[in-house]
Structures are given as structure tokens and as C-alpha cells.
């Protein structure tokens, strides 16, 4: 059955979770959901499989512009302001006809997944210098040197110009930012909550897309539990036997 993968959310804050371990875990929680399916992109008609989803939160109507109403009011959806285009898995073509527009995407897709794939948008710092943007050394702060300057640029004899791509003072923040393999700490389907470990582009109230990990990574083997065995220990054993 074709599945939606990915969803469309806000980001509600930071806290810390304590494993039972008692180890702490920073953690943020995300308002995922709840999505209604706005369109349905196919194989054959747009070159691709994937679902419009637009996030449900209270919009008035007026908000809308005119295209955007024709373009909800075809399947009687409520306003969104948010929208994206998320994947979907699709194992046969057939199958692809399963996902139809007003259908809701709820965070119990992520029921038994262990990691996340999210996108949002970074905070903006204003106009940053080379040391906080591109995290120059600087010079030294004494002596009367001017420590958070950028430096030489560029030589005057050959080239004679300033190289593209130069790392200089400029705009920082306002970046489309993708935090992959954040690991999935709870789901609250009541809620339609999902807490993740680690930190989230973009502040509180920010629009996030989450997906499904694009690249998982793969599950550490034999370096832990009762039957890995240290070939320090088990030198110094075979030593005392011998």
C-alpha cells in the first residue's frame, strides 16, 4: 500500500529527557501534523510520485488568494497556509492510486521509526562579520591590532581581482537547513506530537517538513553487551592460563 512519507509541522521547544540509564538526552518537540493530502502527483501526469500536504491550523478564508482557493476548493479542503510536497512509497503502480486528496497524515506515520529526517528554516542573524559567519581565527587581541577584521582578500599584482566564492562579512541566517538521522525519542499520538534528540533549525513556531530518514544509519554491532568480547581482557586471560 502506498504510504505518505513525510509531514508537515512546527517546532514547539527544547527540554531534556533522562534515559534509564539517567544519562540526559536534549530533546525537541515538534507539532506534527495534523496534514490533509491537498493533491496527488503521479507518474504519469507529472513525472513523479509524491503528495501535496498542507498543514491544518485555524486560517481564515480571506487570507487566500484567489488561485489558491480554486486550487482547495476542488476537493472541499479547509485553508492551509503551509504547503509542501513530501514522498511517498510506492512498491507497484497500482498501488499509487491509494493516496487521494482530502485524505489526513497524523504523526502515527512515524510509529516505530527511528529516525527523521528534518527541514526548516535557520534564524536569521542580520549582517554577521567573518569571525561568527565563516568562524575565522582573527588576529591577535593585543598590541593594538585589530582582532575581527577579514584580512587580505585577494593579491594586487596577480590576479588583481577578488576570487567568487571569497568567505567575507555578509547576510547570515535565513538558510533552507536539513538536519538529518535525528533520533526519534516518542510519539504522542493524542497530541499529534513528536519529540526527537538533538536541536531543530529555525525558532520556536517555525515550519518544519519531516520525513522519513533518507539514509539511516546502521545499527552499531558488537560493541556492546554481555557477549562482546575486549581482546585486551581476553589477552591477559589467555596469558594467565598459559
Same mark, same amino acid.
Given at each position: 500500500?502506498?504510504?505518505?512519507?513525510?509531514?508537515l509541522?512546527?517546532?514547539? &521547544?527544547?527540554?531534556?529527557?533522562?534515559?534509564d540509564k539517567?544519562?540526559?538526552h536534549p530533546?525537541?518537540?515538534?507539532?506534527a501534523g495534523p496534514?490533509?493530502i491537498?493533491? $496527488?502527483?503521479?507518474?504519469?501526469?507529472? @513525472?513523479?510520485?509524491? /503528495?501535496? #500536504?498542507g498543514l491544518?491550523e485555524?486560517?481564515?478564508?480571506?487570507r487566500l488568494?484567489?488561485?489558491m482557493k480554486?486550487h482547495? @476548493?476542488?476537493n472541499?479542503?479547509?485553508?492551509?497556509k503551509?504547503?509542501?510536497?513530501?514522498p #511517498?512509497?510506492v512498491?507497484?503502480e497500482e498501488?499509487a492510486?491509494?493516496v487521494?486528496? %482530502?485524505d489526513r497524515?497524523?504523526v502515527?506515520i512515524?510509529?516505530?521509526?527511528?529516525?527523521v529526517?528534518?527541514?526548516?528554516? !535557520?534564524?536569521?542573524?542580520g549582517?554577521?562579520g567573518?569571525?561568527?559567519r $565563516?568562524h575565522?581565527a582573527g588576529?591577535?587581541?593585543?598590541h %593594538?591590532?585589530?582582532?575581527? #577584521?577579514t584580512?587580505?582578500i585577494?593579491?594586487?599584482?596577480?590576479?588583481?581581482?577578488v576570487?567568487k566564492g571569497?568567505r567575507m !562579512?555578509? $547576510?547570515?541566517?535565513?538558510?533552507?537547513?536539513t538536519?538529518?538521522n535525528?533520533?526519534v525519542? @516518542?510519539?504522542?499520538?493524542?497530541e499529534?506530537?513528536l519529540?526527537?534528540?538533538g536541536s531543530?533549525?529555525g525558532?520556536?513556531?517555525?515550519?518544519?517538513?519531516?520525513?522519513?530518514?533518507k539514509?539511516p544509519p546502521r545499527?552499531r554491532? &558488537?560493541?556492546g @553487551? /554481555?557477549?562482546t568480547?575486549?581482546?585486551?581482557?581476553?589477552?591477559?586471560?589467555?596469558a594467565?592460563?598459559?
Amino acid at each position: 500500500m502506498a504510504k505518505v512519507t513525510g509531514i508537515l509541522g512546527k517546532k514547539v &521547544g527544547m527540554t531534556q529527557l533522562f534515559d534509564d540509564k539517567g544519562d540526559v538526552h536534549p530533546a525537541t518537540v515538534l507539532q506534527a501534523g495534523p496534514c490533509v493530502i491537498t493533491q $496527488h502527483k503521479t507518474q504519469t501526469r507529472d @513525472g513523479y510520485d509524491a /503528495a501535496q #500536504i498542507g498543514l491544518v491550523e485555524f486560517m481564515k478564508e480571506s487570507r487566500l488568494t484567489q488561485p489558491m482557493k480554486g486550487h482547495l @476548493g476542488k476537493n472541499n479542503l479547509p485553508p492551509v497556509k503551509f504547503l509542501r510536497e513530501v514522498p #511517498i512509497e510506492v512498491e507497484k503502480e497500482e498501488e499509487a492510486a491509494a493516496v487521494k486528496a %482530502g485524505d489526513r497524515v497524523l504523526v502515527d506515520i512515524f510509529e516505530g521509526e527511528k529516525f527523521v529526517d528534518i527541514v526548516g528554516i !535557520s534564524k536569521g542573524r542580520g549582517f554577521a562579520g567573518v569571525v561568527r559567519r $565563516h568562524h575565522f581565527a582573527g588576529g591577535p587581541k593585543s598590541h %593594538g591590532s585589530m582582532f575581527q #577584521i577579514t584580512g587580505s582578500i585577494g593579491s594586487s599584482a596577480f590576479p588583481s581581482r577578488v576570487f567568487k566564492g571569497m568567505r567575507m !562579512s555578509g $547576510h547570515m541566517g535565513v538558510d533552507r537547513v536539513t538536519q538529518r538521522n535525528l533520533r526519534v525519542l @516518542g510519539v504522542d499520538k493524542d497530541e499529534n506530537l513528536l519529540v526527537v534528540e538533538g536541536s531543530v533549525p529555525g525558532p520556536n513556531g517555525g515550519y518544519l517538513v519531516i520525513t522519513k530518514a533518507k539514509k539511516p544509519p546502521r545499527e552499531r554491532r &558488537g560493541f556492546g @553487551g /554481555a557477549a562482546t568480547v575486549d581482546p585486551l581482557k581476553a589477552a591477559k586471560r589467555a596469558a594467565k592460563k598459559a
